[in-house]
């Protein structure tokens, strides 16, 4: 069966200081990766997704940028964080990209000071 | 602009009562939807799902509701259970688009013993 890694599960971090949260499947090869988050009051916003390594994909405009150096490892990074970084971030999987759930990881929260 | 809208941010229900979660979406090129239930602290977890194609989905206590002429879905839980409370997310893609899920945010059900 398969199974996916995230970690930390919580972190706390100064504002300018560097990110890397890191997330790794196992039990499938040559899935969809995805990056989303959930900012406090709001739903998931996809962040990055990368149909295979080295391709990333960006959704939205932001601080963060995202790597995948191996076909079942995604990455996410920041240089320096800001305060509007803190939220819940979630790694996600899937098999395909057409009508194939999403499995999630327990995810990171993020807490910016 | 939300595209993915649950407007009831929670819902109390009585055990063995049914649950009703309601989703509204915009966008009428949405052709698969998705139902996740999050526990704190974990990350999503996927529940079931409906293509455009159906106006309806079981599966056990669960059963999806599709209208696609009022762009409204619902989730039935029947009978609740306590262990069903959670929040849950109405998510919703276009096919081909790399498994880009648009969440709502959510809606906290707390079924009561």
């Known amino acids: 069966s398969q199974t996916i890694h995230q970690w930390p599960a919580t972190l706390v971090q100064p504002v300018g200081s560097p990110l890397s949260l890191e997330c790794t499947v196992e039990?499938?090869?040559?899935?969809?990766l995805y990056w989303y988050r959930q900012a406090a009051g709001r739903g998931l916003q996809l962040l990055f997704y990368s149909v295979g390594i080295g391709q990333i994909s960006s959704e939205v405009p932001q601080n963060l940028s995202a790597s995948r150096p191996q076909d079942r490892q995604f990455i996410l990074s920041s240089k320096k964080l800001l305060l509007s970084d803190s939220g819940f971030y979630l790694c996600a999987w899937s098999r395909d990209s057409n009508n194939s759930p999403l499995h999630f990881g327990n995810g990171t929260r993020l807490t910016v000071t | 602009d939300q595209q993915v809208k649950q407007n009831s941010p929670s819902l109390s229900v009585q055990e063995g009562r049914i649950s009703i979660l309601n989703c509204d979406y915009t966008n009428s090129m949405f052709d698969y939807f998705l139902w996740y239930k999050k526990y704190p602290a974990e990350g999503p977890t996927f529940l079931i799902s409906?293509?455009?194609?159906?106006d309806k989905n079981e599966d056990g206590r669960f059963t999806v509701f599709l209208n696609k002429s009022a762009k409204h879905l619902s989730l039935h839980i029947v009978p609740s259970q306590p262990g069903d409370s959670a929040v849950y997310f109405c998510?919703?893609?276009?096919?081909?688009?790399?498994?880009?899920?648009?969440f709502g945010k959510g809606t906290k059900l707390s079924v009561k013993p």
């Open positions: 039990g499938t090869s040559n899935p969809n």
């Open positions: 409906i293509s455009s194609i159906k």
């Open positions: 998510a919703a893609s276009i096919v081909g688009s790399q498994g880009n899920l648009i």
